[in-house]
């Protein structure tokens, strides 16, 4: 199983878009998925149409439960959810080696699955920690916006910290740029800026990027994946990014 973390500290930057995105495609392309949602907001899960007040990613982080307990069955994936006892998640789980519930967890599953995919919240508290622990890469997502470059270099320095620390094989697989209009100047600019820290990261930025689309919103209300609505641009650009995903390094 590999598994994949979607991250970024700044919100607004198409975290759990992309998260739901990689796992509705790969379901269609016949891999077996696992989503985990790690955020307290639950949007991911509420996107997926899993259910509420179920065993969730809260309860396998503290050692409430078993990790089979949690794992709903979904149409295109199996989902572990989230709910908003995760705001507190810093506090509920304080023991010693609190950064590798996720990894202890998942090692009991490890082979049912070829990928999982973890959406996580706009932070960088202990569910990020297991996260990045527990992930063979990470994908760092981006919009071209104003203030898109905020908190990517403290990302970056708690990255190299897990990577020297906790989790020596994790690989940065890189950047994507989301909400982007390439015909725009600040789109380019902070594109332009996006490769220089890139560099830095010793990662890349995907060539794929994701155009703003409205029907990305009217997708996740009305509980559809993205790939239900094919001629959109989102669904045109996201198949294109699971293409040049699975072509550069999963299977490489």
Do not use: W
Request: aromatic share 8%; with cysteine.
């Amino acid at each position: 199983m590999q598994i994949i973390s979607i991250v970024n500290k700044k919100g607004g930057v198409a975290k759990t878009t992309t998260a739901l995105a990689i796992a509705s495609g790969l379901s269609k392309r016949n891999f077996h998925v696992l989503a985990i949602d790690f955020d307290a907001q639950a949007n991911f899960s509420k996107a997926s149409g899993g259910e509420d007040d179920v065993v969730g990613s809260f309860d396998i982080l503290t050692g409430k439960e078993n990790i089979n307990e949690a794992i709903q069955e979904l149409p295109l994936y199996h989902l572990i959810g989230a709910d908003k006892r995760l705001s507190s998640i810093d506090v509920a789980l304080n023991k010693p080696g609190r950064e590798f519930m996720l990894k202890k967890a998942l090692s009991q599953i490890h082979s049912a699955y070829d990928f999982c995919i973890i959406d996580n919240p706009p932070a960088l508290n202990v569910a990020v920690a297991n996260s990045l622990v527990a992930s063979d890469k990470i994908i760092i997502c981006s919009s071209a916006e104003a203030f898109a470059l905020d908190g990517l270099m403290e990302l970056s320095t708690t990255l190299d910290d897990v990577h020297q620390f906790m989790n020596p094989a994790l690989i940065v697989d890189g950047i994507l740029i989301t909400i982007f209009n390439p015909r725009t100047i600040i789109g380019q600019h902070i594109k332009e800026q996006l490769s220089k820290i890139a560099h830095v990261m010793n990662t890349k930025v995907y060539n794929t990027f994701i155009r703003r689309c409205n029907t990305i919103s009217v997708s996740q209300s009305d509980r559809k994946n993205i790939f239900d609505f094919p001629t959109t641009k989102a669904a045109i650009d996201y198949g294109n990014f699971i293409d040049e995903f699975l072509g550069g390094h999963l299977h490489g």
